[in-house]
């Protein structure tokens, strides 16, 4: 399935029913008089938020919804029927925006939230309801009301726990799909991740979910690379796992570009919580790790893990430290899971 985190479509909702003109005329009854029936109410167009997508592939092929009309009044008082509703189903993590693309209508953010984008157009009034004593036979009754159409943007922002954020190629895939059950692509040369993966780590009983966000570099927040497309991603993430590679020959300067990028695109994203590893520690000696770690630790002031996803070494510490931040109500897990395993014995991710 391919991802697609933008669309434009076209709503409109249901014209409300014309009102009936009618009259009652049947034999031994003394009395006529209008009987018309209102018309029905056209029907809404309703967007709900499902936990089952993680895409917007589905608005490429289909960009226009049009709810039916109600039904137009009948004699004998008869009030026509209302139009169906329709609803457009989004992930959860998607914001409603006006045509100018910039306009926030509403932010899709709970499992089963639902929004009236367009509300149906009243029904017209038949012409019995406008029979009194001056006009005792009225002729004549109301059109319905037209239903509300309008253009508006769909936009996702994935909804994660954690945020793998770093320069391509410093092995967030990597350390993705050793954690979880991700697959995400995998390979040797810069930008291999084009859209946002997520996956699901278990730590203390509880889910993580990862996101893992294509790389970044110098100028992202003003389009350079894959730009500020996936910057949004990591606006709803609690906390930050930003890998640098181990291998980079200057690690504080990675660290750093990464960090001045979020600050100019977010401010408020470079006050999110964040732990900092080194990655792909399988690739140096023990001792060359050790000084690296140092140097990054007094760049930054802050503790630095050194990782290795191929060889399983200090994810689970790594996982724990994230855990403190995460804050949203997460599902107990029944049993155990495997991660509280030695890190030393062979690990496979659940």
Known sequence: MKFLDQAKIFVKSGDGGAGCVSFRREKYIEFGGPNGGDGGKGGNVIIEAVENLNTLIDFRYQQHFKAPRGQHGMGSDKAGKKGDDIIIKVPVGTEILAEDGETLI???????????????????????????????????????????????????????????????NAGKSTFLSAVTKARPKIADYPFTTLHPNLGVAWVDNYEMVIADIPGLIEGAHEGVGLGDRFLKHVERCAAFLHLVDITSEDVVGAYKAIRRELELYNVKLSEK?????????????????????????????????????????????????????????????????????DENQPWSPL
Do not use: H
Request: aromatic content about 6%.
């Open 273 to 341: 919580p964040e732990v900092v590893a080194l990655s792909k520690a399988d690739a140096l000696p023990e001792d060359e790790t050790a000084k690296k770690v140092k140097q990054l630790e007094k760049a930054i002031g802050k503790k630095v893990y050194a990782i290795s996803s191929v060889a399983k070494k200090g994810l689970f510490d790594c996982l724990l430290d994230l855990n403190k931040y995460i804050t949203r109500d997460r599902l107990k897990k029944d049993a155990v899971p495997e991660m509280t395993v």
């Open 106 to 168: 509403v932010d899709m953010v709970t499992p089963g939230q639902t929004f009236v984008i367009a509300k149906g157009g009243d029904g017209g009034r038949g012409n019995a309801q406008f029979k009194n004593s001056v006009n005792q036979a009225p002729r004549y009754a109301e059109p319905g009301w037209p239903g509300q159409e309008m253009w508006i943007w769909l936009r996702l922002k994935v909804i994660a726990d954690v945020g793998l954020i770093g320069m391509p």
